[in-house]
T-cell receptor, first 114, second 112 residues
């Protein structure tokens, strides 16, 4: 079954807009939540990650919001640019429960139009 | 520093033929992963190595897939015989212990 559910499947925003991508999980053993960015023909690259001891993490224009009680986390991209057009994957892993491998969401294809 | 190197980048084979993919991880990374990414989907783990040992191969279809990581460095993933449903991108990733995973560019396999 899908361990990490991601939405929406695709997203189109105007340049300067703030796309938001959401993920939900069920496994309470997950304690590491990264977001990956993938351009066509490339492998996924780590963008930003969060652990459940904080509710928000910012790195440049990228912010993760984390809601432990709801078992949800989301990625916000501030002042989005056409160069942000890519597929974004949320993922999760249990670091303190035997280092389970990363499980990925199905991805969100983001298009930022000028 | 070189990243994870995979070859070939593209492979087209007829069904029932064998195929092999090669991965050279980042130097010093002891953990190596093979993932499969179907079109429009997220990567799914096939096998994870810690040094030479396969510590998680529960998702590897062992009737046709095999993998090895000799000397705990390079790794090879093999499919024999290939089926139409094996068409996908095969991604290799490596990490130092269970830190950040760095992915290669992948091998796009097309089975016709």
């Amino acid at each position: 079954q899908q361990q990490v559910k991601q939405s929406p499947q695709s997203l189109i925003v105007q340049k300067g807009g703030i796309p938001i991508i959401n993920c939900a999980y069920e496994n309470t053993a997950f304690d590491y939540f990264p977001w990956y960015q993938q351009f066509p023909g490339k492998g996924p690259a780590l963008l930003i990650a969060i652990r459940p001891d904080v509710s928000e993490k910012k790195e440049g224009r990228f912010t993760i919001s984390f809601n432990k009680s709801a078992k949800q986390f989301s990625l916000h991209i501030m002042d989005s640019q056409p160069g942000d057009s890519a597929t974004y994957f949320c993922a999760a892993r249990g670091e303190n429960s035997g280092n389970t491998p990363l499980v990925f969401g199905k991805g969100t294809r983001l298009s930022v139009i000028a | 520093e070189a990243g994870v190197v995979q070859s070939p980048r593209y492979k087209i084979i007829e069904k029932k033929q064998p195929v092999a993919f090669w991965c050279n991880p980042i130097s010093g990374h002891n953990t190596l992963y093979w993932y499969r990414q179907n079109l429009g989907q997220g990567p799914e783990l096939l096998i994870r190595y810690e040094n030479e040992e396969a510590v998680d191969d529960s998702q590897l279809p062992k009737d046709r897939f095999s993998a090895e990581r000799l000397k705990g460095v390079d790794s090879t993933l093999k499919i024999q015989p290939a089926e139409l449903g094996d068409s996908a991108v095969y991604l290799c990733a490596s990490s130092l212990d269970y830190g950040e995973a760095f992915f290669g560019q992948g091998t796009r396999l097309t089975v016709v």
